[in-house]
């Protein structure tokens, strides 16, 4: 959990520094841990993740099958994974208002995943 932590503290910080891009790549990579620990708590233990894989066991297993999770977060989930690969391999960048947005729901996923697993 501390990793998911950091990177959105480091995803918040991007934003107000108007570092739009990094912003976008530490708001995935928060999500990305926080789902892992949100998996791990379940009992989904594996040495690594893919990227579709970890959205579609998330959204599966936790989102439908076990409804510890709201639907939006896997929609988050993939909208951040979208913004991550539009800031590392496309010429342009996401607007503010998106940016915004995603930072707010990065910190909601977090704070919802260290609520469950007290973690």
Not at 35 to 56: C, M, N, T, Y
Not at 100 to 113: D, I, S
Request: charged share 25%; aromatic share 14%; glycine share 6%.
């Amino acid at each position: 959990m501390e990793r998911a932590k950091e990177f959105l503290k480091a995803a918040e910080w991007a934003l107000a520094n108007e570092l739009l891009n990094v912003c976008a790549l530490c708001c995935y990579a928060a999500l990305f841990w926080a789902a892992i620990v949100a998996l791990e708590h379940q009992g989904f233990k594996r040495p690594e993740w893919s990227h579709g894989g970890l959205k579609d066991t998330f959204t599966y297993e936790l989102i439908k099958r076990r409804r510890i999770y709201p639907p939006m977060f896997g929609t988050w989930l993939g909208d951040a994974y979208w913004a991550r690969t539009i800031a590392h391999y496309e010429r342009v960048t996401l607007g503010v208002k998106f940016m915004r947005r995603l930072v707010n729901h990065t910190r909601e996923f977090v704070t919802k995943v260290e609520e469950v697993t007290k973690a």
